[in-house]
């Protein structure tokens, strides 16, 4: 993976801005740590971080292409796993490479299919293309938003780059705040509406969406999206199909030219990635998988069994590890480096995000990264597949908002009157929630209550999934990981999408049409282990720690964040130790220790980036 940054500016000369442009893609290092590029003309410059992953010596960018007398230029994040095909059918058309690097074969497919490009590749990426002839900027993100883009436009000046602190580090570009931000971090996060960049005047391009920039303006496409149909495949077929597809995605995904690991859970999704892994492994000759799970110091003795969190993972993990024969490594995080890495998360998304899950992902991914540099894990199974209580529980089906902020007004009520006049929080959440469900892919004379099934999975895919994938990459990649998700293979999700409930939960548990693909793949206990979510730390000394540091911050006169919060709220949770905040307001998360966390995380948001409110 990578990182990628441009700019165009119709007035200006841009070879006068070199070292803006190398300051803004120096930001981007952890996401590029191998190697850096820049191309600069008159009017259009791009830079390029590189983590090299395929072909060191042929994937150097910004790469250039020429056909004839014209000029084209790329800035790429990303995989494409159907390489190999796009190549051979490329040569067939008289195209001749110079090495094996995706980058060269996204490019040439964009000089020979344009924009239509992007409708054949299978992968997950970022990039832009400078089409010198045509004089415009092409961008485009992938189905499924795995990798993100973000842009902004200053007059006649337009940026686009991989993180919002790239961006930020163009004197143009300013971190504002209006209403509507305000709303995406007080109220929706570590949510965020699909296309908001948060800060005033910068967007994201949404998943699934192209963009040509020129000199009449911006044009944007939606050139993929999910359809509904009648599922036609019987029990057996739909099984035997889904089984197929899983494998070639897990075995595309495994081609790299530097060490490559799985992340384990024990659960069905990492477990079933694992598999497939081990056995390509076997079978091409590579030796034995390297695999990985995340603990947490102490949490043998302080774990708890909840209604969320059924048992811990490392019973299941040893099992799975044995029964396959991976080499198994286990990261321990300690309460220490949990609080520190509160503030390299902020950092590392931008935003404030999902508190000590986010720290802890980074810590595991750093951990990851001394011995490997891809990973494949199983996030978005659970999406794809209606893992969710709110999938399963007919009190959360029928809400009518989205059913990871059933306790909204928890929320409000920790934030100052003045922000709840300004931004207006039940409204906002409602119009954002009513906003998504006008697009959802209707099928007609569909069952209600598998239309309801319908829209939570619209509502999954579009909102909670992309805050796992934001929170996936940026954590990875600020650890220089780059971590590939396979259920986010577009075949696999469209084929999936149209399958009935009744046949989603066929052995009676959820993703039950996952569990009865995997038959024979995995043991019969695995097959059979209930849902169980990314792992947190029990240790009570956590929670004292993160408590003490949002007191410290309540008597903090200077600190930005009392502006915006109910003080005397935050003060009472605080004193109760978070025995008064035990129901979450963001999915599974947000109680207690996690409330202190993320409480943290903004203040130091405002502070180190300077944010200011408009």
């Known amino acids: 993976m990578c990182g990628i940054v441009g700019w165009v500016d119709w007035e200006g000369n841009l070879t006068k801005q070199r070292s803006v442009l190398a300051a803004m893609n120096e930001t981007l290092v952890n996401r590029g740590p191998d190697a850096s590029g820049m191309w600069v003309t008159e009017h259009v410059a791009l830079a390029h971080r590189r983590l090299i992953v395929v072909d060191p010596a042929g994937g150097a960018q910004p790469m250039i292409r020429r056909r004839g007398d014209k000029l084209y230029v790329i800035t790429y994040n990303g995989e494409l796993y159907n390489t190999p095909e796009l190549r051979r059918e490329l040569e067939t058309r008289g195209y001749k490479f110079n090495g094996h690097s995706d980058t060269e074969v996204l490019l040439v497919s964009y000089i020979e299919w344009g924009e239509k490009c992007v409708e054949r590749f299978n992968g997950i990426y970022a990039f832009g293309i400078w089409n010198d002839a045509e004089q415009c900027m092409f961008l485009a993100r992938d189905r499924m938003g795995v990798k993100p883009l973000f842009y902004a436009q200053r007059g006649n000046v337009f940026l686009f780059a991989s993180e919002l602190k790239a961006l930020l580090a163009h004197p143009a570009v300013q971190p504002r705040l209006d209403a509507e931000g305000l709303a995406e971090v007080l109220v929706l996060s570590p949510g965020r509406t699909p296309g908001h960049g948060v800060f005033k005047g910068i967007k994201e391009l949404k998943p699934g969406y192209c963009m040509v920039y020129s000199r009449g303006g911006i044009r944007i496409r939606r050139y993929w999206i999910l359809e509904s149909r009648p599922h036609e495949d019987d029990l057996d077929t739909t099984t035997e199909r889904l089984r197929e597809l899983f494998r070639d995605t897990v075995v595309r995904q495994l081609v790299a030219d530097v060490p490559v690991c799985t992340l384990l859970s024990g659960g069905i999704d990492s477990s079933a990635i694992t598999a497939c892994a081990a056995d390509a492994f076997r079978k ?115 809400l009518d908002t989205f059913p990871w902020m059933r ?186 220790a996690q409330l202190f966390a993320y409480l943290i995380q903004v203040d130091t948001w405002l502070r180190e980036y300077n944010v200011s409110i408009v």
């Open 284 to 398: 091409t000759g590579k030796g034995s998988l390297h695999t990985w799970s995340i603990d947490f110091v102490d949490n043998d003795r302080y774990f708890k069994p909840s209604l969320y969190q059924p048992n811990s993972d490392q019973k299941w993990v040893r099992l799975v590890s044995d029964y396959l024969g991976t080499i198994h490594h286990n990261v321990m995080v300690d309460t220490p480096d949990l609080v520190d890495a509160l503030a390299i998360a902020v950092r590392a998304r931008d935003i404030p995000g999902m508190a000590d899950v986010d720290a802890s992902l980074y810590l595991f991914s750093r951990a990851i990264k001394k011995e490997a540099t891809v990973a494949l894990s199983g996030e978005c199974a659970d999406e794809v597949f209606g893992g969710y209580p709110w999938f399963n529980r007919p009190e959360l089906v029928e």
């Open 407 to 592: 306790n909204l007004d928890i929320r409000v009520g920790l934030l100052s009157p003045e922000v709840i006049d300004l931004v207006k929080p039940e409204e906002y959440v409602s119009r954002r929630y009513q906003e998504t469900l006008e697009t959802v892919p209707r099928l007609p004379g569909e069952d209600p209550h598998e239309a309801r099934i319908r829209e939570i999975g619209y509502l999954t895919m579009n909102w909670f999934m992309q805050t796992l994938l934001d929170r996936k990459d940026r954590m990875s990649m600020a650890a220089g990981l780059e971590v590939r998700v396979p259920f986010c293979d577009h075949r696999l999700v469209e084929y999936v999408w149209n399958i009935p409930w009744s046949m989603k939960t066929c052995v009676g548990m959820e993703k039950g049409i996952l569990r009865r693909a995997l038959q024979g793949v995995l043991p019969e206990e695995v097959l059979t282990r209930r849902k169980s979510p990314y792992p947190k730390t029990h240790h009570p000394e956590y929670l004292r720690v993160v408590r003490e540091m949002v007191l410290q911050i309540l008597n903090d006169s200077d600190s930005p964040l009392l502006l915006l919060i109910n003080v005397e709220a935050v003060r009472n949770i605080a004193r109760s130790s978070g025995q008064s905040f035990r129901q979450p307001f963001y999915g599974q998360l947000m109680t207690d």
